[in-house]
């Protein structure tokens, strides 16, 4: 069965403060892929990043950079230079491509409040 | 750009009726799916669809939960008698399929209110 643990509840950090998120996985399989999703304030699951069980280059895109690390099952999310937009929820979410329908596999959330 | 769109954004049902949830995935995409988040939770998976039937679906889909694709451009969710705990936010969520690990993308939830 696959698992995505987000220990962090809630964080909470001064604006134009750097803050990563954890996130761990479980899963059996080999191949696998690993998501990152934000749930601003107004609700809507927003789409930030995708990467697959193969891929350990980290990326960054903007003030956002993702560590993932397959040794220690981790693909952790990085905001550099927080801002007051970056308040929300966000998802670690992983899938398994092997049934075709790969259904995501959610953590419990961490809410991030940037304090202005 | 494409989006998902969910209707309504709010329903409000008392328990025991019957709700429907309206989804317009994106167009050209070939997997569906249903998903539910209890207030302050974490999002779950309901349900997938794929090619007009039910891929996979998990245990809170039960008998009294199903999905159709109507008119090859809706995906529905219907409750058939709602309890208090289906009281949540469904999300509906579609995804191209046509290479592994594509992202999926999500509608804007409908929030369900049993009363």
């Known amino acids: 069965a696959q698992k995505v643990t987000q220990a962090q509840t809630e964080i909470s950090v001064v604006e134009k403060e750097d803050v990563t998120l954890d996130c761990v996985y479980e899963?059996?399989?080999?191949?696998?892929?690993l998501f990152w999703y934000k749930q601003p304030p107004s609700g809507e699951l927003v789409f930030l990043i995708r990467?697959?069980?193969?891929?350990?280059q980290n990326e960054i895109s903007g003030r956002y950079s993702w560590n993932f690390q397959k040794s220690t099952s981790s693909f952790n999310f990085t905001i550099t230079a927080s801002q007051v937009v970056d308040s929300a929820v966000y998802f670690c979410?992983?899938?398994?491509?092997?049934?075709?329908?790969?259904?995501?596999?959610f953590g419990t959330g961490t809410r991030l409040t940037i304090i202005p | 750009e494409p989006e998902v769109t969910q209707t309504p954004s709010h329903q409000v049902t008392q328990m025991g009726q019957e709700v429907i949830l309206r989804c317009v995935p994106i167009?050209?995409?070939?997997?569906f799916y249903w998903y539910r988040q209890i207030l302050g939770q974490k999002v779950e998976f309901l349900v997938s669809?794929?090619?007009?039937?039910?891929?996979?679906k998990s245990e809170i889909f039960d008998d009294q939960f199903s999905v159709e694709r109507p008119d090859g451009s809706n995906f529905t969710l219907k409750i058939r008698s709602t309890k208090l705990e289906d009281s949540a936010m469904y999300f509906c969520?579609?995804?191209?399929?046509?290479?592994?690990?594509?992202?999926?993308?999500f509608g804007q939830g409908t929030r369900l209110t049993v009363v």
């Open positions: 669809f794929y090619n007009n039937e039910i891929s996979e």
């Open positions: 899963t059996r399989d080999t191949t696998y892929y």
């Open positions: 990467r697959n069980s193969f891929d350990e």
């Open positions: 969520a579609s995804r191209s399929g046509t290479g592994l690990g594509t992202e999926a993308f």
């Open positions: 979410a992983l899938s398994d491509p092997n049934f075709g329908n790969e259904k995501l596999t």
């Open positions: 167009s050209n995409h070939l997997y």
